[in-house]
């Protein structure tokens, strides 16, 4: 037993980020989970087309739906953490929210670093209406088709963070705690990505999968979405170390768990609006 806790414990440590490497160019296993997360959404989408006759989508807007997400993805969690996050550093900085360089106490290259998942999610809902405009498709009849595919990615999603040794939690105690080589200061961690990984990904998909078909309001399966990822990234946040430049930013709560109770209720009042308009029909 203490052989495979310090395994455990350790595994961080003796974890590389890059598959391989040719010259400057690098594949990390980061890259690779985010491809892998949005492929599982893609086919699980293409699934529900084919075996559920309520989905009056071709193959081919499904494809043109996930690239108006992933582009919404990628620009909304870029902007949502430069304005959740470090909004006064990138004022000052405004070339360095498009540009892979920091120009600051020099000129050098560090690739495009800090995402926000809530960014990423208000991205995702502006490209959605965007392309359901240009076709002519009803926003939550994306939404029931999409959203109960999403939360299985997340776990490759926080898998790659895993492996990058980033976005490591709390100091514990415990022995589920591990090193992390990229972590401020000796101690074991909470090894929150995997708590993510699991509740966020495994757990939550299971149950929207599970309960797709029993919510028959257009739209409701969106706002019971919002409400159990926020629920789950709330608590699993006080395992998470916050970020060290905002550290707890209202009380004992983290930057994250605000927005999470955003969404929180920004489900629950979907929910509400969705069942009066269900009641005066």
């Known amino acids: 037993m203490d052989g495979f806790l310090s395994w455990w414990q350790h595994l961080p440590e003796h974890m590389d980020p890059v598959i391989f490497q040719i ?22 989408a293409l699934y529900r087309i084919k075996h559920e006759d309520r989905f009056q989508m071709n193959v081919e807007q499904l494809q043109g739906l996930m690239t108006a997400m992933i582009l919404g993805l990628i620009i909304g969690a870029r902007l949502g953490y430069v304005v959740f996050y470090n909004l006064p550093y ?39 209406i965007i392309f359901g405009r240009k076709n002519d498709l009803a926003f939550f009849h994306m939404a029931d088709l999409i959203v109960p595919c999403i939360p299985l990615g997340y776990t490759f999603g926080r898998l790659g963070n895993f492996i990058n040794g980033e976005l490591y939690g709390r100091l514990t105690t415990h022995p589920i705690g591990m090193f992390f080589p990229l972590a401020l200061g000796a101690g074991r961690r909470h090894p929150s990505q995997l708590y993510e990984a699991f509740f966020e990904g495994i757990v939550l998909f299971m149950v929207l999968w599970t309960v797709k078909k029993r919510v028959t309001t257009q739209g409701a399966i969106l706002g019971l979405y919002l409400m159990g990822y926020g629920l789950v990234r709330f608590f699993i946040e006080y395992a998470r170390q916050p970020d060290a430049h905002l550290g707890f930013v209202f009380f004992s709560f983290s930057m994250g768990q605000l927005l999470c109770l955003t969404m929180i209720l920004a489900g629950a009042m979907l929910l509400i609006v969705l069942r009066s308009n269900r009641k005066n029909a």
Request: charged content about 5%.
């Open 23 to 44: 010259g400057s160019f690098r594949l990390q296993y980061y890259g690779l989970m985010y491809i892998v997360a949005f492929a599982f959404t893609y086919f699980l």
């Open 90 to 128: 990138y004022l000052s900085h405004p070339l360095e929210i498009i540009l892979p360089f920091e120009f600051s106490g020099g000129f050098r290259f560090t690739g495009i670093t800090g995402m926000s998942y809530h960014g990423g999610l208000i991205g995702v809902v502006i490209g959605t």
